[in-house]
T-cell receptor, first 110, second 114 residues
Framework: SQQGEEDPQALSIQEGENATMNCSYK?????LQWYRQNSGRGLVHLIL?????REKHSGRLRVTLDTSKKSSSLLITASRAADTASYFC??????????FGPGTRLSVLP | DSGVTQTPKHLITATGQRVTLRCSPR?????VYWYQQSLDQGLQFLIQ???????AKGNILERFSAQQFPDLHSELNLSSLELGDSALYFC?????????????FGQGTRLTVV
């Protein structure tokens, strides 16, 4: 069963705009991670946020975590055409269960 | 290039057959993970090995098995294949033992069962 559920399923924006994707989950987690996948290729780890952290930045990426709402968001600022990909959140609980959400397909139009 | 190598890149086989997928982790990584990605099931964690021993188990079918060898490469064996086993199979590796620590993915093996 899916633990993380990304929202929206698909997102289309113009280059230069910000893109926000959300992830909700059901159980207590140790950490939450975001990955990017270009079409048909392997996943690339973007960022990991631990359960005791609220916000993390990496370049143009900003991730927030709200454990009380069991949700996380990934913000990509000043998007580029190269950001076009699917983005997945994955949760790790204290039982070492590692579960991916269904992903958000982001299209950045030039 | 993530440094993780998977072979073969593509595999087409018939139902009922058995196949072996191979993964070479990044140099120095002790953990190997296997994932299955299909249209209907999404991305599923199958199993993790750390330094030759099974560390964590996900949604891996009994028809599937894996092992990690002393040189740390890993193989995923899929037997009695069904049409529904058609998917992309990814291998990832990481330095540590904790499931979900930063992992580096290979390009995947696309398995088609006909």
């Amino acid at each position: 069963s899916q633990q993380g559920e990304e929202d929206p399923q698909a997102l289309s924006i113009q280059e230069g705009e910000n893109a926000t994707m959300n992830c909700s989950y059901k159980t207590s987690i140790n950490n939450l991670q975001w990955y990017r996948q270009n079409s048909g290729r392997g996943l690339v780890h973007l960022i990991l946020i631990r359960s005791n952290e609220r916000e993390k930045h990496s370049g143009r990426l900003r991730v927030t975590l709200d454990t009380s709402k069991k949700s996380s968001s990934l913000l990509i600022t000043a998007s580029r055409a190269a950001d076009t990909a699917s983005y997945f959140c994955a949760t790790v609980d204290y039982g070492q269960n590692f579960v991916f959400g269904p992903g958000t397909r982001l299209s950045v139009l030039p | 290039d993530s440094g993780v190598t998977q072979t073969p890149k593509h595999l087409i086989t018939a139902t009922g057959q058995r196949v072996t997928l191979r993964c070479s982790p990044r140099s120095g990584d002790l953990s190997v993970y296997w994932y299955q990605q299909s249209l209907d099931q999404g991305l599923q964690f199958l199993i993790q090995y750390y330094n030759g021993e099974e560390r964590a188990k996900g949604n891996i079918l009994e028809r599937f098995s894996a092992q990690q060898f002393p040189d740390l490469h890993s193989e995923l064996n899929l037997s009695s294949l069904e049409l529904g086993d058609s998917a992309l199979y990814f291998c990832a590796s990481s330095v540590g033992a904790m499931v979900g620590t930063e992992a580096f993915f290979g390009q995947g093996t696309r398995l088609t069962v006909v």
